[in-house]
């Protein structure tokens, strides 16, 4: 079974505990795997013990914060529709200054900055 990249624990020091107990590991699974897909699978490939020090602790983190972004988004997340508009308020959810959207995966621009440093974000890398 495929395993999440930061343990519920983890989750509490990174985390802000907004999931609920009986969600934290399938919303740590799901954030991890989104991770997987901004990394091109370099972690799948090279195996999560064979990062160094400094890049588990970062995807660890990263994990812990994706996980909180997409628990507490996940009706814009899900939703079909980029914006909408009712009575003259209108709302979009799509690519703007502060969400990165990458491989059908959203995230927090400062959260992607952060996975960026491990340097296995990098297109070019094989």
Aim: aromatic share 10%; charged share 25%; with cysteine.
């Amino acid at each position: 079974m495929y395993a999440a990249y930061a343990t519920p624990e983890e989750y509490k020091a990174y985390g802000s505990g907004s999931i609920p107990n009986d969600a934290l590991e399938k919303a740590l699974r799901t954030a991890s795997r989104h991770i997987d897909s901004l990394t091109y699978n370099r972690i799948v490939g090279q195996g999560f013990s064979s990062l160094t020090d400094f890049q588990q602790e970062v995807v660890k983190e990263v994990v812990c914060l994706q996980a909180d972004f997409e628990h507490e988004n996940a009706d814009e997340i899900d939703t079909i529709l980029s914006s909408y508009s009712i009575n003259g308020v209108s709302a979009q959810f799509g690519e703007s200054w502060n969400v990165f959207i990458d491989a059908g995966v959203a995230m927090k621009r400062d959260v992607y900055e952060l996975l960026k440093q491990t340097g296995l974000c990098c297109r070019l890398l094989r």
